[in-house]
């Protein structure tokens, strides 16, 4: 089992900036990728980004490259996303999750087997 807990979320102006942070615990050595995903009322989780626990690179959603930088501390099995120039189409729960069987990103919910109990963002107009 790995446990997870995110932090970082609240309510911030269009435009600004929001930090969020995944902890991990438990057997963090079958860390394979980290990844954040998000959910807002009435639509579907969808991917956000990722990194692996090895050389391959970190991904992005489309929306949030160039906005969102991902990195982690894998020596504290730490992750972060720095989200930058915030809309109100960023607004969701955003979920940290963990991908135990693959080396490189992938985005699908279903590939994660770890999931936190997410932190909520709220971007205002």
């Known amino acids: 089992q790995v446990q997870l807990v995110e932090s970082g979320g609240g309510l911030v102006q269009t435009g600004g900036s929001l930090r969020l942070s995944c902890a991990a615990s438990?057997?963090?050595?079958?860390?394979?990728?980290m990844g954040w995903f998000r959910q807002a009322p009435g639509k579907e989780r969808e991917f956000v980004a990722a990194i692996p626990w090895s050389d391959i690179k970190e991904e992005y959603t489309e929306s949030g490259r160039g906005r969102f930088v991902i990195s982690a501390d894998k020596a504290k099995n730490t992750m972060s996303l720095q989200m930058n120039s915030l809309e109100p189409e960023d607004t969701a729960r955003y979920y940290c999750?963990?991908?135990?069987?693959?080396?490189?990103?992938?985005?699908?919910?279903?590939?994660?087997?770890?999931w936190g109990q997410g932190t909520q963002v709220t971007v205002t107009t």
């Open positions: 438990g057997r963090t050595f079958t860390i394979g990728v």
């Open positions: 999750a963990v991908d135990r069987l693959s080396r490189a990103v992938r985005t699908i919910p279903a590939a994660y087997e770890y």
